[in-house]
């Protein structure tokens, strides 16, 4: 064996394939085969072979299965007496998975017929490895399956191989047949096409391969320059997260500083506030109690007024009595005394009583002798000051008589 062959070996055994390589239906149409590949990524292979019948019977078009509810299908794929909402959910993702299959082929062929392809090398890798849900990998046994049991090759798998250094890449798929033949022994065509497909499908990509996570890419040259660029670009990476990170960290503590001064201030305008309005309400409560002490104050005052009124009421009465006693007196010295005829005569009053009676009468009499007196006074005074206005009238009235 050549050196290629022992470094194709070497990378197979590296590559590990989920479940091996589906075994392909004994009799079926390509469309079929897909959709048994399909099935076998949620089912086991008797039970995805089974479900392959089962739609077959049900529908004569296929295209009568590519516009049914997934519930339908899934009804179909599930097992004999599954009829239960809860067994039915278990199959709902194969059955999305068949409707998505037969739209993907109906779009890429305008039908749901692949056995043109057969007859069409040139054309078959890329329109079947354009399905997605067949890809490089289970797309190589379809194109098995077309060109009769020859070696697969679609140009995602060319890429591959010409990546590891074991041919070299070109457009001529008959070129790289011929070019893979000699990296494989006899019959194992098919496993290194599905390999490589899946290496291709996984990580191998045309524009952005995944060369750090590939299994070969110790194997790879241009995977271990894939992978010092990504370490590269990781390390920049890396220290931008980190500058960002100290910035995003800087900015969140100016900004919790700045939430800090905003919630001081609003504090201390919120304070601010309160005390002005604890000095209003002081202000209008010592208002209110200044109010009602004057109102106090006043009751108080006008309850004392009427207080002393009330006890300076007979206090008055007896002065109006002894007013009135004094002038029946006074109207009583300047006549004679009337004679009590009709009953006994009064006691006679005391001495000091009547002297005190005369000495008020000699005081009304000096009073009004003073009061005659003032009044003459006056008289003599009014006629003294009248006399020269009279002289002046009658020098007036001379004067218009001569005139």
Not at 238 to 243: D, E, Y
Not at 244 to 273: C, P, S
Request: proline fraction near 4%; charge should be positive.
């Amino acid at each position: 064996m050549s050196k290629k062959s022992d470094l194709t070996a070497k990378l197979l055994a590296k590559i590990d394939l989920p479940g091996g390589i589906p075994e392909p239906l004994a009799e079926g149409t390509l469309l079929e085969q897909g959709i048994h590949l399909v099935l076998v990524g949620f089912l086991p292979a008797a039970r995805a072979r089974a479900a392959v019948e089962a739609l077959r019977t049900e529908y004569v078009d296929w295209n009568e299965a590519r516009v049914a509810q997934a519930q339908e299908l899934a009804g179909l794929i599930a097992a004999r007496g599954g009829s239960g909402a809860a067994r039915l959910a278990k199959y709902l993702p194969a059955a999305r998975e068949v409707k998505a299959f037969l739209q993907e082929v109906f779009q890429k062929t305008h039908g749901l017929d692949l056995e043109p392809l057969r007859e069409d090398p040139q054309n078959a890798p890329r329109v079947i490895t354009s399905v997605e849900q067949l890809g490089n990998s289970l797309g190589s046994i379809i194109l098995w399956l077309a060109e009769g049991g020859a070696a697969p090759v679609t140009p995602a798998i060319v890429r591959v191989l010409d990546r590891l250094g074991l041919i070299a890449r070109t457009g001529s798929m008959r070129k790289a047949r011929e070019a893979m033949l000699g990296l494989a022994a006899e019959g194992s065509a098919l496993r290194l096409a599905v390999s490589f497909g899946l290496v291709a499908d996984r990580w191998c990509h045309q524009r952005k391969p995944s060369c750090w996570e590939c299994v070969l890419v110790d194997d790879c040259s241009t995977g271990r320059k894939v992978l010092r660029e990504w370490k590269v670009q990781q390390t920049r990476l890396a220290a931008q997260h980190a500058r960002e990170q100290a910035r995003r960290l800087a900015a969140e503590e100016r900004e919790r500083k700045h939430q800090a001064r905003e919630a001081e201030r609003v504090l201390k305008r919120a304070q601010t506030a309160a005390r002005k309005l604890e000095r209003e309400r002081e202000r209008r409560a010592g208002e209110q109690a200044r109010k009602k002490a004057a109102e106090a104050n006043k009751k108080e005052q006008e309850r004392r007024r009427a207080a002393a009124a009330r006890k300076a009421a007979p206090g008055k009465e007896v002065s109006t009595r002894q007013k009135k006693t004094r002038a029946g007196r006074r109207s009583r010295s300047g006549a004679a005394p009337a004679q009590d005829t009709a009953g006994p005569r009064r006691k006679t009053r005391s001495g000091g009583a009547k002297k005190t009676e005369r000495a008020s009468s000699a005081e009304r009499r000096r009073s009004t002798r003073k009061g005659a007196a003032g009044a003459t006074t006056r008289s003599s005074s009014s006629a003294a000051s009248s006399s020269p206005t009279r002289a002046g009238r009658r020098t007036s009235g001379e004067t218009k008589r001569k005139r």
